[in-house]
């Protein structure tokens, strides 16, 4: 497993942008496909993206499509998540995630290694 630490989070008014930062202890992070999921009061955990071991797939929720972009630096230990178009459906407390294989990335039982969650609050 990994440690998982994210940052950049915080209050934005609809239409803004915000970008998430999570990043990852260890030198095996390449090993781990990675992914952000969020969590609004009294829903269930959300998938959002999801990113492959070398970063070149890539998938999001359909929420999400054409606003939100997540990438990684492995020479980093980094993940992002370049979130644009801001709406108030947006608030929750985003969450990276990691295992070194996915086969179901909206499951969240697919990921062994989870950061401690960051609040975005996007006011209308």
């Known amino acids: 497993q990994v440690q998982l630490v994210e940052s950049g989070g915080g209050l934005v008014q609809t239409g803004g942008s915000l970008g998430l930062s999570c990043v990852a202890s260890?030198?095996?992070?390449?090993?781990?496909?990675m992914a952000w999921f969020r969590q609004a009061p009294g829903k269930e955990r959300e998938f959002v993206a999801g990113?492959?071991?070398?970063?070149?797939?890539?998938i999001y929720v359909d929420s999400v499509k054409g606003r939100f972009t997540i990438s990684r630096d492995n020479a980093k230990n980094a993940m992002y998540l370049q979130m644009n178009s801001l709406k108030p459906e947006d608030t929750a407390v985003y969450f990276c995630?990691?295992?070194?294989?996915?086969?179901?990335?909206?499951?969240?039982?697919?990921?062994?290694?989870w950061g401690q969650g960051i609040q975005v609050t996007v006011s209308s």
């Open positions: 995630a990691a295992n070194p294989d996915v086969i179901a990335w909206r499951i969240p039982a697919d990921y062994a290694s």
């Open positions: 260890g030198r095996t992070f390449s090993s781990y496909a």
């Open positions: 990113i492959s071991r070398s970063g070149g797939s890539t």
